[in-house]
T-cell receptor, first 114, second 115 residues
Framework: AQSVTQLDSQVPVFEEAPVELRCNYS??????LFWYVQYPNQGLQLLLK??????LVESINGFEAEFNKSQTSFHLRKPSVHISDTAEYFC????????????FGRGTSLIVHP | GAVVSQHPSWVICKSGTSVKIECRSL??????MFWYRQFPKQSLMLMATSNEGSKATYEQGVEKDKFLINHASLTLSTLTVTSAHPEDSSFYIC???????????FGSGTRLTVV
């Protein structure tokens, strides 16, 4: 069975500081990995995804995540955060070759302080 | 890009009444749609998976007769909360998958408050 662990429920950080949101998964087969962002009272928006190829994937707003197969991780990073990055971030995994239903982590609340 | 429209964005209803939430894929055909429920400060809980033209598959613990799902076309799925009670108050989110295994698009969610 696949599972996703987001180790931090809340990450407070000052504006312009770097941030890393951690995500680890468990699966015995190939996976697709995703990061979603959710602003208050809104649905989820895809931030970035890893399907295959380069292990480093980037989003258009400065976030990046690196797929590390040996450590079964897909941590999300940003070198300099903005107030507007304050949101809930969800990591998700799809078990390739299975039902293709994503499993979500519990979410990490990123709080950016001025 | 793929867009999923979910309506209404919020609704308040009286206890005992039914509420219908719509989820539409605007620019692609959704072979599969998912309905989630989200409690405050928590992750998404998958309620059911629906495929066009067939009965929905409900997750364990989700009452089929209470949460009616209809996926009548490749672009529309509806969730009806029947005889709603205050404990049904929650944030409901739909997502749709097109013909690619990696493509999931989420609706903007519906905040249901039952009074």
């Amino acid at each position: 069975a696949q599972s996703v662990t987001q180790l931090d429920s809340q990450v407070p950080v000052f504006e312009e500081a770097p941030v890393e949101l951690r995500c680890n998964y468990s699966s015995s087969v190939s996976v697709y990995l995703f990061w979603y962002v959710q602003y208050p009272n809104q649905g989820l928006q895809l931030l970035l995804k890893y399907l295959s190829g380069s292990t480093l994937v980037e989003s258009i707003n400065g976030f990046e995540a690196e797929f590390n197969k040996s450590q079964t991780s897909f941590h999300l990073r940003k070198p300099s955060v903005h107030i507007s990055d304050t949101a809930e971030y969800f990591c998700a995994v799809i078990h390739a070759g299975g039902s293709y239903i994503p499993t979500f982590g519990r979410g990490t609340s990123l709080i950016v302080h001025p | 890009g793929a867009v999923v429209s979910q309506h209404p964005s919020w609704v308040i209803c009286k206890s005992g009444t039914s509420v219908k939430i719509e989820c539409r894929s605007l620019d692609f055909q959704a072979t599969t749609m998912f309905w989630y429920r989200q409690f405050p400060k928590q992750s998404l809980m998958l309620m059911a998976t629906s495929n066009e033209g067939s009965k929905a598959t409900y997750e364990q613990g989700v009452e089929k007769d209470k949460f009616l799902i209809n996926h009548a076309s490749l672009t529309l799925s509806t969730l009806t909360v029947t005889s709603a009670h205050p404990e049904d108050s929650s944030f409901y989110i739909c997502s749709a998958r097109g013909d690619r295994d990696d493509g999931y698009t989420f609706g903007s969610g519906t905040r249901l408050t039952v009074v």
